[in-house]
């Protein structure tokens, strides 16, 4: 009970503190309204200790006492700017997120970028209660801080809240702010690990290639891939070998063959998410093969093609699925 009441206050504060609705348009500049600063563990202490100096110098009526204490509190006050300046009017901006695979980590870019003359020493980033990564902005340089999150499921994933905080320079006092950049990363379904063989057979196998030479364009051959079709093996070349590896023949042009990966093809006992994760497995081992494939979805229908541009094209509309 006590340690829910603790979380809804924290957040009732980041809600106010963050002074704007999240996400939030670039560039986020950490204002002066945006930056909080208490001691720490070892401000605190610091400021007892003067206290137990004080009252020792008043007791025993020591000047000298007095010019340490004062002295010392000085410091501490400095100290206090310092680590508000160090913070204080860094600008962040959203960076680069490729996609990912669902069970893995996504990696978000920020870039920060410090307006002053002097250098921002010692700044700490991190997400929830993931480790913090220190970084350094130079004067009048920027920076690129790439912090990891855990992407558990297909779709879109938000940036989750960023924590920016300093002790630097003496660790007295703890300078932070807030930010949620207006920034997602695409989330592919995980291939599935034991999926059917890729569906050869009738308008799947039909051979076609780029530059208009048909299959039998015979052009090598190299070892055979669990995504080859089973009729282009070379199996005069297999025989004549002694305990030697799968042959497949090897046709002119980088896409010799077709095929169409269609989501009615998988068996009505599947279920979406296995069927995503097996369109997924299919996509990455026709490109791997490098064979030309298609996509038929509901209300997606990619032509045969092949390459980078095609695979994220496919993998795209798999994780979005029944997500706009």
Not at 9 to 22: I, N
Not at 99 to 119: H, I, K, T
Not at 190 to 203: H, I, N, S
Request: aromatic share 8%.
């Amino acid at each position: 009970m006590l340690e829910s009441a603790r979380y809804r206050l924290h957040e009732t504060f980041v809600r106010w503190a963050l002074r704007v609705r999240p996400p939030e348009p670039a560039p986020i500049v950490l204002t002066q309204r945006r930056v909080y600063v208490l001691p720490t563990r070892a401000g605190l202490a610091y400021a007892t200790a003067l206290g137990v100096i004080l009252l020792g110098a008043m007791n025993y009526n020591l000047s000298l006492g007095h010019a340490l204490v004062f002295l010392l509190a000085g410091l501490g006050i400095v100290a206090i700017l310092h680590t508000f300046r160090n913070l204080v009017l860094i600008s962040i901006r959203p960076g680069h997120c490729e996609p990912v695979f669902a069970g893995s980590r996504a990696q978000f870019d920020l870039v920060l970028e410090n307006r002053r003359l002097d250098a921002r020493t010692s700044l700490r980033l991190f997400l929830n209660d993931e480790v913090p990564l220190e970084v350094d902005i130079g004067p009048h340089a920027r920076t690129v801080a790439t912090l990891n999150v855990p992407a558990p499921r297909r779709g879109w994933l938000p940036m989750p809240r960023v924590t920016i905080e300093t002790t630097w320079p003496l660790g007295l006092v703890r300078a932070w702010s807030y930010a949620v950049p207006d920034m997602n990363c695409l989330v592919y379904p995980t291939p599935a690990a034991k999926a059917p063989p890729l569906p050869w057979g009738g308008e799947s196998a039909r051979g076609s290639t780029r530059d208009g030479r048909g299959a039998d364009d015979f052009s090598g051959l190299r070892n055979h891939q669990a995504a080859d079709s089973p009729r282009h093996v070379a199996w005069k070349a297999v025989a004549r070998q002694h305990d030697g590896p799968l042959l497949t023949k090897l046709f002119s042009g980088a896409a010799a063959h077709q095929l169409w990966l269609d989501w009615n093809a998988l068996s009505d006992s599947t279920d979406t998410e296995q069927r995503l994760s097996i369109l997924a497995r299919w996509m990455v081992d026709a490109d791997a093969a490098g064979l030309a494939w298609g996509l038929r979805m509901p209300a997606v229908r990619l032509a045969p093609d092949n390459g980078p541009a095609q695979l994220a094209a496919g993998l795209r509309a798999v994780a979005l699925h029944g997500t706009q």
